[in-house]
């Protein structure tokens, strides 16, 4: 996979987070501040805008710039959260060209480790951790045995989409929801579903 | 002198909470709102914090006193060890406590330590 994979992932992760938009933010109402779904948008339009004006040199150079973008432009704690973890993942893999499913698979696990870092959020917490780690232990997985990028990115939609659903009868420990307490019970996290979005997009864009 | 940083989701909230600090301890001391978004939403601009914390320092150090969620992710992306220091405090009392500590030119240890007892200070 090339810089233009990636360039697809985001283009892809745009159009999908903007039609999405009002269920993010209707999530993010039962249980938040109704601001996730606008919030992303916002970022990713940066990200977009960004990216008309520079055209990063590799896989890496790209998600750097979206993580910093999203970082500066989301106003929300996805920001900072989403942000870490594309900032995290090209470092991790640095200025190579070409990025294999297993490289691809490591530096997604260390994305998810610092977000977990930044957030002190564990598996559980009612987060995108819940949909973020078992994508990245699928996509491990698939990469381990020697699976085409089109099925390990289908194993971490799924499980990501999986995780995402499984928040519904959490009850939230971090973020906005936790001031909640047991009333956060029976709605699905906001941050974990635009997570299952996120990976769904890399499935859309791996099946090509 | 310690530089003091307060960064909340409203921008209002974060220059009121800094006016009533620096009234209380002192108008010597380095203090910055960084509060809403780059377009006066409700929200945290990493921008507007980064700003803050080159407006007040001094040298000495500076310390960050988020209100809650994605001002404290903010605030940790843009800490640095023994210079940048987040103090998890309450607000209001935080500042206050931080504030008047700085204003007796005490050092970043002592203002943290004196923003993180404002903790435990019990109104009744």
């Known amino acids: 996979m090339d810089t233009s994979f990636f360039l697809a992932w985001v283009d892809e992760i745009t159009r999908v987070v903007a039609a999405e938009r009002d269920r993010l933010t209707e999530l993010d109402a039962a249980i938040g501040d109704a601001d996730h779904g606008a919030n992303l948008d916002r970022g990713f339009t940066a990200v977009r805008a960004a990216l008309a004006e520079t055209t990063p040199a590799s896989p890496g150079a790209l998600l750097v710039l979206v993580g910093g973008t999203l970082i500066r432009k989301v106003g929300g704690a996805s920001g900072p959260l989403y942000g ?7 470092k991790t893999l640095g200025d190579a060209g070409e990025v294999s499913p297993a490289e691809f698979a490591a530096a997604l696990e260390a994305a998810v480790d610092a977000v977990r870092r930044l957030g002190s959020a ?12 078992p994508a990245v232990r699928a996509l491990g997985a698939a990469a381990a045995e020697g699976a085409k990028a089109a099925e390990a990115f289908d194993a971490a939609a799924r499980a990501a989409e999986e995780g995402a659903a499984a928040t519904v009868p959490l009850q939230a420990r971090k973020g906005r929801a936790s001031y909640l307490g047991p009333r956060s019970v029976g709605h699905e996290d906001p941050g974990a579903a635009s997570t299952a979005l996120i990976l769904g997009a890399l499935r859309t864009v791996g099946a090509r | 002198m310690v530089g003091i940083v307060l960064i909340s989701h409203s921008a209002a909230l974060a220059a009121e909470v800094a006016a009533l600090a620096a009234a209380i301890g002192g108008p010597e001391v380095p203090v910055a709102a960084a509060g809403g978004t780059d377009d006066g939403g409700l929200g945290t601009s990493p921008d507007k914090v980064a ?57 970043l240890a002592a203002v943290l330590r004196a923003a993180e007892e404002a903790r435990e200070i019990r109104k009744l």
């Open chain 1, 84 to 90: 870490t973890a594309f900032r995290q993942l090209g």
């Open chain 1, 122 to 133: 564990a598996e559980g917490d009612k987060t995108m951790v819940d949909a973020l780690a």
């Open chain 2, 51 to 107: 700003a803050a914390i080159k407006a007040v320092d001094r040298g000495a150090g500076v310390i960050l006193i988020p209100d809650l969620g994605s001002s404290v992710l903010t605030a940790r992306l843009l800490e640095e060890p023994d210079s940048v220091v987040i103090a998890d405090v309450p607000f209001v009392e935080g500042a206050i406590s931080a504030v008047v500590t700085a204003g007796a030119d005490a050092p």
